[in-house]
């Protein structure tokens, strides 16, 4: 079956800091690939996807490449801010017939201290 | 385009009763998607409908039901409520027809079971 690794946090970093969450997964046939981030007592919300190899997802300064030959979906921020402290999660999408149920991993935490 | 709203927001329930849950999904979406969130096990999936039928299931007991609605609006109940079923309850909205989809989330309901 399906299934998405991502590294355990937390993760803490000060302002300005690199950032780099690592994400692997193991799948069957061609996946779409996701970042989502769920801030304190709010659902999750997209921050960026991929649907096919060596695409680049990318938004408000995070990226992540879609990298097939490593199974892997690594998200990274060159300066991360205080207001990027959440809940990360890596996901990914396969199926047929219309019916694509993703599959999260566990989440990273972020903190990110002034 | 209003979000996805779940309510009610908090409850607190006893256990061996029975909780009914609510999710009003994105117009136009057609398929909705229930998670259960909880810092032990992540985020699990619990069932997929779309156009008013169960398309999708996960690794829950049969305490754990739902429906939806011909305007797509989806109930989630638990019965015999057990201690274990305090969490974070999510819903999640989507197209439901193509690969690549974006899954939008409500903020949750948030269980408490004593």
């Known amino acids: 079956g399906n299934s998405v690794t991502q590294m355990e946090g937390p993760v803490t970093l000060s302002e300005e800091a690199f950032l780099t969450i690592n994400c692997t997964y193991t799948?069957?046939?061609?996946?779409?690939l996701f970042w989502y981030v769920q801030y304190p007592g709010e659902g999750l919300q997209l921050l960026l996807k991929a649907t096919k190899a060596d695409d680049k997802g990318s938004n408000k300064g995070f990226e992540a490449t879609y990298r097939k030959e490593t199974t892997s979906f690594h998200l990274e921020k060159g300066s991360v801010q205080v207001s990027d402290s959440a809940v990360y999660f890596c996901a990914l999408s396969s199926g047929s017939g219309g019916s694509y149920i993703p599959t999260f991993g566990r989440g990273t935490s972020l903190i990110v201290h002034p | 385009k209003a979000g996805v709203t779940q309510t009610p927001r908090y409850l607190i329930k006893t256990r061996g009763q029975q909780v009914t849950l609510s999710c009003s999904p994105i117009?136009?979406?057609?398929?909705v998607s229930w998670y259960q969130q909880t810092p032990g096990q992540g985020l699990q999936f619990l069932f997929e409908?779309?156009?008013?039928?169960?398309?999708n299931k996960g690794n829950f007991p049969g305490r754990f039901s739902g429906r939806q609605f011909s305007n797509s609006r989806s109930e989630m109940n638990v019965s015999t409520l057990e201690l274990g079923d305090s969490a974070l309850y999510l819903c999640?909205?989507?197209?439901?027809?193509?690969?690549?989809?974006?899954?939008?989330f409500g903020p949750g309901t948030r269980l408490l079971v004593l």
């Open positions: 999640a909205s989507s197209l439901g027809e193509l690969r690549g989809e974006t899954q939008y």
């Open positions: 117009s136009g979406h057609r398929s």
């Open positions: 409908y779309f156009s008013e039928t169960q398309r």
């Open positions: 799948a069957t046939g061609y996946p779409s």
